[in-house]
């Protein structure tokens, strides 16, 4: 039994009468008999009463057709699923992010517009560190991640930088640099904090040890100006980063958007313009997998990102890049 004879089953049914039928299928009689008398032989029961003007359903007959009916339906409605799945209209996605990436307004702004957008796509969201984020995409447990800068770059996962924003120094409130004072017109670059100042204070990392990343460029960084800070802690998450520089147990430098956190007990202040350490914001998924919801998730975010970058720069909406084997500059 296939659905073609269902089809054909369907059709004699409401047309009750076999020419009429095959002409409405577009096909001719006999074959059209041939493939109703093959179901009657599967079913082991006769589906209609032939007569002189035509044919008629016999009892089985009529609780077949309910039966075809349903199937025909249920096919049907299964056909125009999984063309919205094919069009990225109907899915499920598992995203996750870093802590540092969910405090960058972008991402809610990201997730609200898909579900408003395409409410049949569910969203299946989950927190980790950048790397475990990266190998699970690398092994298709996820479908998309947001992250700084990956500390990993497995083969097939693409990694393509969103916005970019700067990093502060985040200082426990009693910290002498945390008690500078600004004065005047000069205010804020007066509490800017210059790389140097950074010798010998204790430092606390997030980042896997010995991995590029958002630390391990500050690190380079204060290493070519001869800077050596004392790293206290090394941690997965960069809020545990900010707990414990709330707690006293050290400084750090953050993405600016992470300034929200503990704002009681830490006081954050920019890195002077020579230290240009930025952290990025990146979207990362697999090149063999951008499909369906995935495909649509990143026409989204792109569309997005680049809405926020032109609000920035006025004018020049900056490209964005998909970086797969460059240096690494940030992670958390």
Known sequence: MDLRQLRYFVAA????????????????????????KSLETQLGM???VRHPKGVALTDGG??????????????????????RVARGQLGQLAIAFTSSAAAHAFMPEALRACRS??????????????????????????HAGFL???????????????????????????HPLALRPGKGKNKDKDMAIALHELDGENLILVRRPGAPGLYANLLALCAAQGVRP?????????????????????I??????????????????????AAQLDAPLTLAYRAAECTGATATFVTLVREIAAGHAKAKRPGAMRAMRAVRASTPRAGA
């Open 252 to 273: 750090s430098v953050v993405p600016a958007s992470m300034q929200g956190a503990h704002p009681q007990a830490i006081v954050y202040r920019p890195l002077a313009a």
């Open 62 to 83: 009529r609780q077949f057709l309910a039966e075809a009916r349903r199937i025909l339906a249920d096919m049907e409605a299964m056909q125009q699923r999984m063309a």
């Open 13 to 36: 049914a409401q047309a009750g009468h076999m020419t009429r039928a095959a002409a409405e299928l577009g096909i001719q009689q006999p074959p059209l008999s041939l493939q109703i």
């Open 46 to 48: 006769p589906l209609f």
């Open 117 to 142: 957008r395409f409410p049949d796509i569910e969203l299946v969201l989950g927190e980790d560190n950048a790397a475990a984020i990266t190998e699970a995409i690398a092994a298709s447990k996820l």
């Open 148 to 174: 700084r800068v990956p500390v990993a770059r497995p083969e097939g996962v693409v990694l393509e930088t969103l916005l970019n924003e700067p990093t502060v120094v985040a200082l426990p409130l009693d």
């Open 230 to 250: 004392n790293v206290v802690a090394e941690v997965d998450r960069m809020m545990t980063n900010l707990n414990l520089v709330a707690a006293g147990g050290g």
